[in-house]
């Protein structure tokens, strides 16, 4: 392979004036530029990224740990990640923690390693107790509901107003006996008990009891999750007007579950989501959803990273970010069908 020293001797120049062409110093004439490429070319000369970021300290490379792909809204969220990393001219490595602690530390010691200049952690293994654990000496960002008031960036999303706006649409509409299908919860906050919390929180404002006879423990977020749900809810024989799904895939398999027992959505049921898949854009009905500005969590977990590592424009300590949720209204809570 060619080298810079080769490409110097073919082109009559110093080894410093063709780095500085292949850096694209402004201070390089155009005949003198054009002597190096020409020679770069003639030479099959060939950049050695490895080893110019080893030099640089620099990899332009950051991960995206996330706990699982065979979700719709994680890979939708990775490919917002990678479109906004490309606007920086970074490239992305993508990792499945798997809902694992121990997954999840191993990540940070990949960028710990250097194998990433910085990183995007979604936090479910790890909790408010493993905190001390990203106290380290490159830029993290973690996503999520586990750990609060961190030593690193945070972004979330607004699950307790989301829920609330949810329930309250389903109010709104006339629904007074509303099941909440959620996933197990723990004594850590997480998305399903936040969303539980904003759902009673909203039937209380409406003056509306909490009754436990309604609320469906899955646990798998999965269209089948979703399906077996209500399949159980109208086994039981309760009586329910209004469904709040704790995410938009668990609602696409509640919506099937439904029309296999003859009720219709929305004259029988009327069912929310949350997350705005696209694909609740195409189920008959199309279902109502909570959008949390996935988009906008995406672009600000990147944008933060982009600033740790450059350090251009410095932020003062640990900055959180928490979107912000609306409910985009379709056929699946529709009123007068």
Known sequence: MATIQDVAKAAGVSPMTVSNVINHHPHVKSSTRAKVVKAMEELDYRVNHAAR????????????????????YWGHF???????????????????????????????????NRMYDGLILSTVGLSAGD?????????????????F????????MDNVEGAKAATAHLVERGCRRIAAVMGPMGAEPDASSLRYAG??????????????????TINEFTLSGGREAVDRLIGSGIH?????????TIALGALRALHEAKLHV??????????????????IPS????????????????????????????????????SQARVIARESTAVGR
């Open 53 to 72: 970021n080893l030099r640089a300290g620099r990899t332009f490379t950051i991960g995206l740990a996330v706990p699982e792909f065979d979700r719709p």
């Open 78 to 112: 990775a490919t917002r990640v990678i479109e906004e990393a490309a606007t920086h001219n970074l490239r992305v490595l993508v990792e499945q923690t798997g809902r694992s602690k121990e997954n999840e530390i191993n990540a940070l010691a990949l960028s710990r």
């Open 131 to 147: 905190a001390n654990m990203l106290r380290v000496d490159y830029p993290v960002v973690i996503l999520g509901e586990r750990i």
């Open 149 to 156: 008031s961190g030593p690193v960036d945070h972004v979330a």
């Open 199 to 216: 759902y009673q929180q909203a039937l209380a404002a409406a003056g509306i009891d909490v009754d436990s006879s309604l609320h469906v």
């Open 240 to 248: 329910f007007d209004g469904l709040f799904c704790a995410t938009d």
């Open 266 to 283: 929305p004259m029988d049921v009327k069912v929310i989501g949350f997350d705005n898949l696209v694909e609740g854009e195409y189920s």
């Open 287 to 322: 279902l109502t959803t909570v959008d949390p500005d996935s988009a906008e969590m995406a672009r600000t977990a990147v944008n933060l990273l982009v600033r740790r590592i450059s350090g251009d424009s410095p932020l003062q300590g640990p900055t959180e970010f928490v």
